[in-house]
Each structure stands twice: as structure tokens, then as C-alpha cells.
């Protein structure tokens, strides 16, 4: 039987891993471009921010801002 805690991490990492395929499939098919999925990282960073008093909440901002980095690297 799959321990509570790992179910709850398993649901965190698919999440994330959902979430990516979608911004690099909705970019390649032209739907939205990079901007846009800048800020959709973006507006997920602002929204796990006022959870970062837990360590899930300061865990998940430093993982969308790896994606910000990786993906949509600052210009410039």
C-alpha cells in the first residue's frame, strides 16, 4: 500500500510535470508564445509565494523559479 506522504509528493511532481508539457505544447503548436508562458510561471510563482511560510509553499516557489530559469531565461 502507497504511504500518504508519497501519494502527496507523486501528486505534486505530476502536477508540475503536466503543467510544463502544456506551456512547451501550447508554445510549439503556436498557441501562446514565450511571454505568455512566462507568465503563467510567473502568476504561479506570485500565487505559491503566500505559502512560503511552510516548507511545501518555500519548496514549490524555488521549483517554479528553477522552471522560470531554465525555460524563459531572462533577456538580456
Known amino acids: 500500500m502507497t504511504d ?3 501519494k ?3 501528486m505534486g511532481v505530476a502536477g ?3 503543467t510544463a508539457a502544456l506551456l512547451d505544447l501550447l508554445i510549439a503548436k ?3 508564445d ?3 508562458g ?3 510561471l510567473e502568476d504561479a510563482l506570485i500565487r505559491a509565494a503566500m505559502h512560503t511560510g511552510t516548507w511545501e509553499g518555500h519548496e514549490a516557489c524555488i521549483l517554479i523559479g528553477d522552471m522560470l530559469e ?3 531565461p531572462a533577456a538580456g
Open 70 to 72: 531554465t525555460k524563459f
Open 8 to 10: 502527496a509528493v507523486g
Open 30 to 32: 503556436g498557441v501562446i
Open 38 to 40: 512566462r507568465r503563467v
Open 16 to 18: 508540475g510535470a503536466i
Open 34 to 36: 514565450a511571454d505568455d
Open 4 to 6: 500518504t506522504n508519497a
